[in-house]
């Protein structure tokens, strides 16, 4: 009997994928039966839900959260007025000490001086991320004039005053750590989901293991981050979610834009890759940097290590309003992967810390400055002129006018965070004012340019959710290493497919014509047969190759432990070496002390012993001299009584 001419037919191919082979998809048996001649597949699995992802019905539609954060002063200009959602700026006609202009700014809360880092992260980051995989994604930018507090904001200090990053990967990891995933088994390339084969998880782990270790060499084996991911927790009580199903991925990235270039700041100097000019690219609304460095995090220090690495390469420059100032606009992205048995979804949060908005006159820019406020000045003009863009399309009174294209390709940071600028993902601005007289005209700037952002409305888009084809390598890999998997389950589920067979919508028309009913019966009844052999054949071979799937999933689990085993022996040795190379020098150090101050002690004792002896020598001439004084007075006076005698 042939066997093999269907399976030919249906493209089969039972030779093992390699592991160098990435998305190797291992067909299923309803992958195959919906292959077969004729229409043998169940209509769930049309065409087009073979798509790459599914959409959700659309959801309502939201404006952007625009938020003022006043930075403390005593010097606060009179002409601001504060509500809890509202500037009131009043403009006065000195000469004549009328008010001129009232401008009314609103917003979506106006947070006082008042208001710390926790109460800034608990009402604006902290509902989204709680929820991640609600939306898309959100960003957060921080808007101002230099020295507002942009910086502050978005990354601030060490503990109490850490800002929203930090507190963002404390949230993260503390509120799902029973569900982040421990290897990069899937990762986002050019937007799209991509499950990676063994080969680039072992190489991710290793990158981001030798750039922890790194990192730690850099910082003399001291934890690089300021900040302690225990004393945020207790801030905000951040407490871990217990009903939750997926699997949670975790890749960051950080980048600088400065002068319109594109810096990878988690490049490693020390790695073998060379440094490249990264260039933004765009997908249906969604933007990628191919060649950027995304590490997958399992652990919060490693995230925090990571982040303050790439704050120690971003461009600060001293300039007459701030010591300190950021010349450049940095973005920090957290991109989650969540994981189930129907497929992935992904979610990205973009942390922004964009540079001053001010005049280079004011800031004193001369040279580099100048050149760097130029290049500042104009990706903040085309924020501006995108937001416009955006609000104009939107607004009622031009739905009969043309719409306008938005220019979100004109320079690097709008091209960059364009998903939320068009409205795909959330977006989240605090605008900073520092309200001194000093910066009045450019925050006005600011409160205008807030106020056109405030009426955007976002369209809540479908989130994408990628289908996970059944059975795939990495899936099985991460269930084995939780211990959950189930293999009699898959088995089964495997057999239900092969139930939605149904042999009797075959078409044999083809060979009706030529033979009588008896020989069409005996004909169909051998091919039953045969079907059955194979489908027999298909789900032992299928069986098989499950087993030695797992056999091998075993053996590479088993590698990767070991080679994390060693590199923790590696790191322990390290570490040892370097704390017995400083024994060694302390110890020659405190011998070498040891030896001057015994020779000091020497001289000491030989200077004691002169000085002894000086002061012995001295006080016997002194008793001499007083002897040799007492006898010349005695003579005297012997003398004296003789002429006295004489006398008498
Ligand atoms: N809300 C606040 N509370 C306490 N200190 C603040 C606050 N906001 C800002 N500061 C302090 O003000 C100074 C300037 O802030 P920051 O560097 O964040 O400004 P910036 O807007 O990022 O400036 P630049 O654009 O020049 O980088 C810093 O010393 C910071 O600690």
Redesign the pocket.
């Known amino acids: 009997m042939e066997l093999f001419p269907i399976l030919k037919k249906a493209k089969l191919d039972f030779s093992r994928p390699t592991f160098n082979d990435t998305n190797i998809i291992l067909p299923t048996a309803r992958d195959t039966i919906a292959s077969l001649p004729g229409n043998l597949a169940d209509d769930e699995f049309s065409a087009n839900e073979e798509s790459d992802y599914l959409q959700n019905s659309e959801k309502e539609t939201e404006n952007i959260n625009v938020y003022l ?1 006043i ?2 002063t005593n010097n606060v200009c009179n002409m601001y007025k504060f509500t809890t959602d509202k500037v009131i700026v009043s403009q006065v006609d000195h000469t004549k000490n009328v008010n001129i202009t009232e401008k009314h700014y609103s917003f979506t809360s106006v947070l006082n ?1 008042a208001v710390d880092q926790v109460q800034i992260y608990d009402q604006i980051v902290r509902p989204t991320l709680s929820n991640p995989f609600a939306s898309t994604g959100a960003t957060f930018a921080s808007y ?1 004039v ?7 904001t978005i990354l601030g ?1 060490s503990d109490f005053t850490a800002g929203l990053v930090p507190r963002a990967i404390t949230q993260i990891f503390t509120e799902f750590q029973n569900f982040i995933a421990e290897f990069p088994c899937v990762k986002v390339t050019r937007d799209e989901i991509r499950e990676l084969c063994d080969d680039d998880v072992e190489s991710e782990m290793k990158t981001v293991d030798d750039f922890i270790f790194e990192c730690a060499k850099l910082n003399k084996g001291k934890q690089l981050s300021n900040w302690s991911s225990k004393s945020i927790q207790e801030n905000h009580n951040f407490s871990p979610k217990e009903e939750f199903e997926d699997r949670i991925y975790i890749w960051v990235s950080f980048v600088e834009i400065y002068n319109e270039k594109i810096t990878d700041l988690l490049y490693n100097a020390s790695s073998k890759s060379t440094f490249k000019t990264l260039k933004i690219y765009s997908n249906k609304g969604n933007s990628y940097i191919p060649g950027l460095t995304w590490f997958f995090v399992s652990k919060i220090d490693d995230a925090l290590n990571i982040l303050k690495y790439g704050l120690s390469k971003v461009s600060y420059a001293s ?1 007459k ?2 010591d ?3 010349r450049s606009h940095t973005i920090f992205t957290i991109n989650l992967i969540a994981e189930n048995k129907s497929g992935f979804q992904y979610s990205s949060f973009k942390f922004c ?1 964009l ?2 908005a001010e005049k280079s006159k004011k800031a004193g820019n001369v040279g580099e400055r100048l050149k760097e406020a130029g290049g500042i000045n104009n990706s903040l003009l085309v924020l501006g002129r995108c937001l416009e863009a955006v609000h104009h399309n939107q607004s009622k009174n031009n739905k009969k006018t043309a719409e306008i294209v938005v220019p979100v390709r004109d320079s690097k940071l709008t091209f960059l965070i364009q998903s939320s600028l068009l409205g795909y993902e959330k977006f989240f601005m605090i605008v ?1 004012l520092f309200p001194t007289s000093d910066f009045f005209e450019e925050n006005l700037n600011v409160l205008k340019f807030a106020s056109i952002a405030k009426q955007i409305v976002v369209r809540q888009v479908e989130v994408k959710k990628f289908k996970r084809p059944s059975l795939r390598f990495s899936y099985l890999m991460q269930s084995q290493l939780n211990n959950s998997i189930d293999i009699n389950r898959t088995c089964n589920r495997i057999n239900e497919e092969n139930e939605t067979f149904d042999e009797s919508d075959l078409d044999f028309s083809y060979e009706w014509n030529k033979m009588s009913n008896e020989q069409l019966i005996e004909q169909l009844r051998k091919q039953k047969e045969e079907i059955e052999v194979i489908k027999k054949l298909y789900v032992q071979k299928e069986q098989d190759y499950i087993d030695s799937e797992m056999k091998l999933r075993q053996d590479v689990v088993k590698q990767y432990k070991q080679i994390h085993e060693n590199l923790s022996k590696r790191n322990a040795a390290d570490k040892e070496h370097l704390e017995y190379y400083y024994q060694q020098k302390m110890d020659s150090l405190k011998q070498s002390y040891e030896r001057k101050l015994s020779e000091a002690y020497d001289e000491i004792e030989d200077l004691r012993r002169s000085l002894y002896k000086a002061i012995k020598k001295n006080s016997k001439q002194n008793e001499e001299k007083d002897i040799n004084e007492s006898n010349e007075e005695q003579e005297d006076e012997s003398c004296e009584d003789d002429l006295i005698e004489i006398d008498d």
């Open positions: 954060r930075r403390p001086e101002g230099s020295s507002s507090g942009k910086t502050f200090g300039t309003i701030n300190h100032s950021s810390d540079a001053g900073n």
